[in-house]
Structures are given as C-alpha cells and as structure tokens.
C-alpha cells in the first residue's frame, strides 16, 4: 500500500482529505474550522498534483498541502465563524429540560382555573405563566413551558411572549 502511494502520491492526499473531512463532519459536527481546512487543502493538494501544477514528490505535496491549509484558513476562518453562529438559537432559560416544552392543551387555562396535562407519565398542573399576554387560551392551542415549579407547568402561547424573542 505504501508503495502504491509512493506511485500514486495524489491518491493519498485525496483519501488523507475525505478522512479530515469525515471526521469533521460525522465525529466532531462541524464544530471546529482546522480538520475542515485541512481537509480541503489536502483534497487541493491532491488535485494539484493530479493535474501536474504540482511536482508528485512528498516535499512539494506537504509544502502545496501547508500553504493550501494557511490560505484556506486566512479566507475562510471568518465566513465559517458567522455561518456557526448563525444556527445558534436564542437565548434560553436553560434551568430546566422542560423550559420551551411544546404541547397543545387538553382543556381551557386562565388565570383563575388551571388544567392538567399528562407528561412523561406524570400529571402536571399547567397555569399561565406571568409573560403570558392572553388572559384565557382555548383547549388545542399549542403552548410551551416558560417556568415551572413542582408538578406545574407554567405556560404562553407559541410565538406570544411579552419582552421576548419567539
């Protein structure tokens, strides 16, 4: 294999390419920029000598593969950055797992009678949460858990937060 290689160096820098580009993309989930630089520039590397602008030797593939990774990295580092941040989601109450859990109501809720909703095998009680605007919501409207306590869900409307991103 090794000798194959050493015939066919464009061959190793496309199979050392889609191994830097797997791993980045089914281990680490796109989340770092430098295997995913890399990766590319070794599948540049790789077409470069394939096309003969660049000499087979094992010198010159880790110089074009070097340089390669340098330019792709300057060019792209920012643009990749903006492209992650911009799937981060809103800011979140994150004390709970059940913060932003969505359902639709089983009965009416207002501010004065309460309702039940079965979750994860429990009965919790759900009331309105104080940002939600609505005094009354109808049972079968979908609604999601803004705070709770034990055994109640406190919740808003989809989409109808008083002071907050939807």
Do not use: K
């Amino acid at each position: 294999m090794l000798e194959y290689f050493q015939t066919h160096p464009e061959t190793f820098w496309f199979c050392l390419g889609f191994l830097l580009l797997t791993v980045e993309t089914l281990i680490l989930g796109m989340s770092t920029g430098v295997i995913l630089f890399a990766g590319v520039a070794a599948l540049l590397t790789g077409g470069l000598i394939w096309s003969g602008l660049l000499p087979g030797d094992l010198l010159w593939g880790i110089g074009g593969f070097g340089v390669s990774s340098l330019l792709l990295t300057l060019l792209l580092w920012r643009p990749f950055l903006a492209l992650q941040r911009q799937g981060d989601p809103p800011n979140r109450d994150r004390s709970s797992d059940f913060i932003g859990h969505r359902f639709r109501l089983q009965q009416q809720v207002s501010q004065t009678e309460p309702g039940e909703t079965d979750y994860s095998g429990i009965t919790w009680r759900v009331e309105l949460d104080e940002s939600e605007e609505s005094l009354l919501l109808e049972s079968g409207v979908l609604v999601e858990v803004r705070s709770l306590t034990a055994g109640c869900f406190r919740v808003g409307r989809v989409g109808d937060r008083a002071g907050h991103d939807s």
